[in-house]
């Protein structure tokens, strides 16, 4: 009886997202019957393509880590009750301080990696705070000012890097940085695969916000002031510190997520790496299927970064492009906010209650 | 090239219309207490049909109409969404962006077989309107006459949706279920379907507004092809305050800087900064909005 | 009298809980039936299913003899029974006669005809003796109005039965009479009302007859001329009310100051007007008036939720006016929000999370800025134990609390500050008289311990019973002070209204 009850508490949160997957795996399959391919054939294919061997999953991992980042800087937002839709921009003016710190920062390689992770996680910090002091001191409304902050961020990068900090060591001029010197990256895991260090970093931080969301009082403190900011203020809590203090830190982590992008990966800053496969959104995807859960996002990240690689590897053998990987993501958020079945039912019934009271 | 010139004026009014008509379909759900996030999805959804339209009929009419009717479409989605199945507005409409991203671009693949963007040289775009007397009053011509149809649709319909807020039966209706949920229910009105009403007009809206975009100023789609329009058209509507006459206001604002951002590219100035100019006035004018919107830490508390 | 509505039977379940059981009540053309009861007794419940908004578990509506079945407001409308809701359904930005006629407003062509609307107002208005201004705003309107609005629509609507819950609850005590007249006219009219309450005197004033309903069941129905308020009084709570605690004398020195504190926004008028108090060691103060005139503005000052314009508050001598929420709490206050649903809990947090508030950072619970939630938790359990807290587990929502159980979750976690000073806004509101003697006693057991606590409460009888001093707050300033005494439900009353007393005053509070 007891060990029942425990189970269903476990599975409870997970019909949900079961619900919302099935959904998307069906609309996927619409989507590949569509364009007239096999489907179960195609999904074999898919999961091929994201663990098919070691590679593809350490690549899975790969393209896992900056999307895990962002989700986290998501989550930890949501959790102190805004929406922070301004990942993209906190994750781009992350990346182009990291690679210009990594280029420029005076000293031994060791040293610009790490001025280059500070001043990543910095520069997508400040970005961040800026909307989270624009909405506490102005009631500027934070979901579209770090929405509209992200076209502002991206071009400003695009400018330094087409502009003052462009690469004229190679004959075409690209609109990047140039490479930073090897000793400043961040190690592969394994030789000859693309997971880098990055990753470790990751879900080295996933675990820290579980343990900071679940046993501090900040913790406490950020998840009373999204579940009741009237609460939290009647209870003492310094609505303001705490919002700002948990923008910078969302900020910081999508900073973060660009950072390991340059450090890791690319070696350089190059216009539009991190926009064009949209990791900032697919980052605020994992968390919302994760409901700000950090562990959950991580495992959300995972899955929608194999949904990725696996859509490529199916791209390449057969004729479904790319998009359905897109239109299954987008189709999970949809549902997975929708109260299905039993949360339903349970919703009407208080909302009886609700009435009861007035 | 001068800066200010009437003809920036025309580019501006030409400009506005997909703004306009995003943020009457915006004011209308915000009326019925729905925040329309997905304006941007909306827009979307009607630009690519409205060129799937023209590319298989031919007739321009019917592409405009196609370009509502998937709009209408998408937005019966969120409707369901929101209104049936409670979920977070926010959410639902983040994600229907983000499945008409996908969506179009699959669909661009798999109709056109091209990606990033469709063009045709043979297809025809909206015609312009002359407007026999009118155009040839200097400059006010120019600025009157000689625009898409769907330019005046955008103005009249923002009369009409003024006309029918203040005037009528239902409009009042639909401003009483927006302003008191509780007691527009215990007073029996239809709060669903009104709420459903302004979900579907908005779409009829927005697919406008796509067709528009991409039959009016240019000829073609291309992915992502809103750049934030949406959300542009969305605080239009807060600055506008929800009511048809400040939206025009509001919107023209917008319009206004698109055009100065193109015009800007003229002078030597990077097209980052000008590229920018659109999204810093708009983050500008949020400064001025204060208390409309709701308290957003209250507002946006509920993640789920 | 033929009767015009008959319930018979009714029973309504909510899960295992029984709200309605077996119930029956009877109105006549032209009669007033009062239903009173304590909170909880079923007469929300009761109202409900009669006007649509619930569905019986059984039993039967009889209108004119013939049986019928509401599935919703609308059929009871249409079929002539009208509702005033203790909390207006009004739209403020709308003028009162959009108000009015909303849901059958006067057209053509789909068209709204506003100036048919003001006209038929105004006709009904004068056939009813109810007096409105038809174009003004309703959000403009005084609560008295307010309410009178309510009632023309319920009569546009075309109401014969006109079911009136809680009305008086928010008026001063000239509006009570106002309204009581109107009530009595509208009978006379052959319009048949029934008033839904728990004050015993407006009952034997204005009603015909009287049905009495405890924990769901009907313990009486009699005409007025045949009973009494206290005959009423035991029919409504089915025994002796426990005493209170007995009140030791004690003459303490000053705990809280506060000097001529003012509140307003711009250009309008103050909220709180250069109030002035002070509460003692071992004193309840009691903060009495009609709810609106600045109560919760004082509550929120004291508290830090606001900040005030001028004037200063002083805690066992340390100024607080400019300090956060933290640091009040910190330097002796603890606070019984008003509103326990917006102010005292999260509904989403845990009931454990709800308990922890303002003790995140004490040393006993906090190691390093880690929650020792062990600790914390035994000291839940004790809470849920010494009050009868019913819940399932600690990690149980607190929204899945009942309201009575959630309060005292809430008032045993402030008492566990044991802070010299306490804030209790409406402590007992909407919880059932179990509850509410437990409340009642825990707040008299600190008084004699010698702390000092700021009572507002809109219930006259609460404030009567636990004050050693009563202020009274009329539009933000204080307008009389009486000793407990000294006071009483009438004198009380005329302050509330705004009245000076007759007797010549004393200072109306302490100058400073």
Known sequence: MYLQKKLQKLLKPLVQPFFAVLIGIITGAVAIAIVGEPILDTYIVMWNGAFGNFYFLTSTLARATPILLVGLGVALAFRAGVFNLGGEGQMVLGAVSAALAALYFPGPPAVKLVAALIAGMLAGGLWALLAGWMESRFKVQLLISTLLMNYVAILFASYLVAEPFQDRSGSAALAQTPMIEQGAWLPKLFTGMSVHMGFVIAVFCALLLVIILRFTTSGYEVKMLGLNPFFAEYGGVNKVKVLLLSMFFSGALAGLAGTVEVLGTQYRYVDGFLTAPGFAWTGLMAALLANSNPLGTAVAAILLAALQTGAMGMERNTEVPLEVASVIQAVLILFVSAKFTINWWKLRKKEGDVSGTV | ?304 | MANLLEMKGMSKKYGEFLANDGVSISVGKGEVLAIVGENGAGKTTLMKMLYGLEQPSSGQILLNGKPVTFSGPLDAIANGIGMVHQHFMLFHDFSVAENIVIGHEPKKFGFFKRNDAVRSVNQIAEQFRINVSPTKKAGDCSVGEQQRIEILKVLYQGADIIILDEPTAVLTPFEVDELLKTIRFLADQGKSIILITHKLREVMKVADRVTVLRNGKVTGSVSKTETTSDQLAQMMVGRKLQKLNERDNLDGDTLLKIKGITMASKGEKPLLDKVSLTVRHGEILGVAGVSGNGQSELIQAISGLSLVNEGRILLKGNDLTDQPVEARRAAGLSHIPEDRYLWGAAKDATVEETGLMGSQRKPEYNNRSFIQKRAFRSTVKEWINRFEIKASSLEEKSGNLSGGNLQKLIVARELAFKTPFLIAAEPTRGVDIGAMEYIHDALIEKRNSGDGILLVSSELSEILALSDRIIVLYEGKIVGELERKDANEERLSVLMAGGIENVPTKKTSETS
């Open chain 2, 1 to 304: 090239m001068e800066l200010f010139d009437y003809s920036l004026f025309v580019s501006a009014i030409r400009m506005v219309s997909p703004i306009l008509l995003a943020a009457l379909g915006g004011a209308l759900c915000a009326r019925v207490g729905i925040f329309n996030v997905g304006l941007e999805g909306l827009i979307l959804a009607g630009a690519f049909s409205a060129i799937v339209g023209n590319h298989f009929t031919e007739n321009i009419f019917l592409a405009v109409l196609s370009g509502v009717a998937m709009s209408v479409v998408v937005s019966l989605v969120f409707g369901v969404a929101t209104i049936h199945l409670k979920s977070n507005p926010i959410v639902a409409g983040i994600a229907i962006n983000f499945l008409m991203l996908g969506l179009t671009t699959f669909a661009l693949r798999a109709i056109f077989d091209v990606k990033g963007a469709y063009y045709d040289k043979d297809m025809a775009g909206l015609p312009k309107v002359h407007i026999p007397f009118l155009e040839d009053i200097p400059v006010i011509g120019k600025l009157i006459s000689g625009h898409s149809p769907l330019v005046y649709v955008a103005f009249i319909a923002a009369v009409v949706l003024y006309i029918f807020l203040y005037r009528t039966v239902t409009g009042f209706r639909l401003l009483a279920v927006g302003k008191n949920p509780a007691a527009a229910r215990s007073l029996g009105l239809k709060v669903t379907t009104l709420q459903y009403g302004a979900v579907i007009l908005s779409g009829v809206l927005c697919g406008l507004a796509g067709a528009q975009l991409s039959l009016g100023q240019v000829t073609m789609f291309t992915e992502g092809m809103t750049a934030g329009r949406g959300f542009i058209a969305l605080v239009a509507t807060m600055l506008g305050q929800s009511h048809p006459i400040g939206i025009i206001g509001s919107s023209m604002l917008f319009g206004l800087m698109d055009a100065l951002s193109i015009r800007l590219q003229g002078f030597s100035m990077p097209t980052q900064f000008t590229a920018m100019l659109p999204y810093v006035i708009t983050i500008l004018a949020m400064f001025f909005l204060k208390d409309r919107g709701t308290d957003s830490l209250a507002g946006q508390q509920s993640s789920r």
